[in-house]
């Protein structure tokens, strides 16, 4: 990978996934664990039931384009595999 590569991908990580803007906030926080809960049912995730992860949020400045991560996927994947396997 050349340095022009390696600083594209740091760029394009900075850009709305959608729109390509530049106006892309990364990880802002948006749930703690202690308010955040994971019912697991055969074959669906549904939310409240127990706390296993906590949420951050990226947010597109210009279209609105969002999206979430579970800060502790693992304990989300192992809680729905004990009633999904």
Same mark, same amino acid.
């Given at each position: &990978? =050349?340095?022009?590569? !390696? +600083? *594209?991908?740091?760029? %394009?990580?900075?850009?709305?996934? *959608?729109? !390509? +803007? %530049?106006?892309? &906030?990364?990880?802002?926080?948006?749930?703690? *664990?202690?308010?955040?809960?994971?019912?697991?049912?055969?074959?669906?995730? %549904?939310?409240?039931? %127990?706390?296993?992860?906590?949420? =951050? =949020?990226?947010?597109?400045?210009?279209?609105?384009?969002? !999206? $979430?991560?579970? =800060?502790?996927?693992?304990?989300? $994947?192992?809680?729905?595999?004990?009633?999904? +396997?």
């Amino acid at each position: &990978m =050349t340095q022009s590569d !390696e +600083s *594209k991908g740091q760029s %394009r990580a900075q850009a709305c996934p *959608k729109c !390509e +803007s %530049r106006h892309w &906030m990364p990880n802002l926080p948006f749930a703690p *664990k202690s308010s955040v809960y994971v019912c697991v049912i055969r074959g669906a995730l %549904r939310l409240p039931s %127990r706390g296993v992860t906590a949420f =951050t =949020t990226s947010i597109c400045g210009d279209c609105g384009y969002s !999206e $979430f991560h579970a =800060t502790d996927y693992k304990a989300v $994947f192992e809680e729905w595999r004990k009633y999904n +396997s």
